[in-house]
DNA sequence: AAAATAGTTAAGTGGTCACTTCACCATTCG
DNA sequence: CGAATGGTGAAGTGACCACTTAACTATTTT
């Protein structure tokens, strides 16, 4: 279910923007709350909440609320599946440019 | 000059197109030209070079024209820059759950 | 209870984005 | 040569996005 082509999307779409990539890694340092991840950022607090629904929606981030302050952690299951998704892609370049170099090598040699 | 912010920003920009994946994906079986690229995309050539650019300045993807066609290869180096940003942040998260983890078992052992 | 804190929600706005169409250039084929 | 192929550039359009303000709820502090 994580590999699925819409939630990648979502994910991708999460972290094109800078300042949910900031979250991320604020996040990646330790929870945080929403106030706190809004702290170094040039917005309203109001705008932060929505970009916490975009990271929240991705899967990328997770949150509870206790009392009145939302306590909110990386999810690294889904860091994973974006990670995984570009490494696949370089792996099947990568195998293919060294079948061709095997392949060159090849050749050479029967000349 | 690859880890820079800009840079990253392009890059997930453009990976965060569905179409622009689809075209990563096929680039990543080997290089095609535009044509090849657009085929099984439901969409105009037109709108497929404008992808295409996305995909250029983003540095994934390099081309370069010979005769009237021109052909498009998947640049790895970007690929691997990307996939590093989100495996630094996935493994921070990772080693701050492994010090908790030893932190509990310590104190654990103390009560 | 009053005031401060933490967050939520809705509505609006300006800018960006993905796409289209159409006119066009350059190269190759018959 | 003329016609077909492969690609490019500009202008327009509707949808979406990031953000704002403002009104509001729930919790905690004094």
Redo the contacts between chains.
Sequence with gaps: MLHD?AQ??LM??A??D?AR?QM??R????PASVSQLAEPLAMSLSAVVQHLNVLEASGLVSSEKLGRVRTCR?E?KA??A??H??????L???R?LDRLGDFLAETKDES
Tied chains: 1, 2.
Excluded at 85 to 90: A, T
Aim: glycine fraction near 4%.
């Design positions: 082509p990648l999307d991708f779409q972290l094109a800078p990539r991320v890694e996040l990646s340092r330790g990386i690294p860091l994973r974006a990670e998704w570009i490494n696949e892609r370089r099947a370049w990568e293919r």
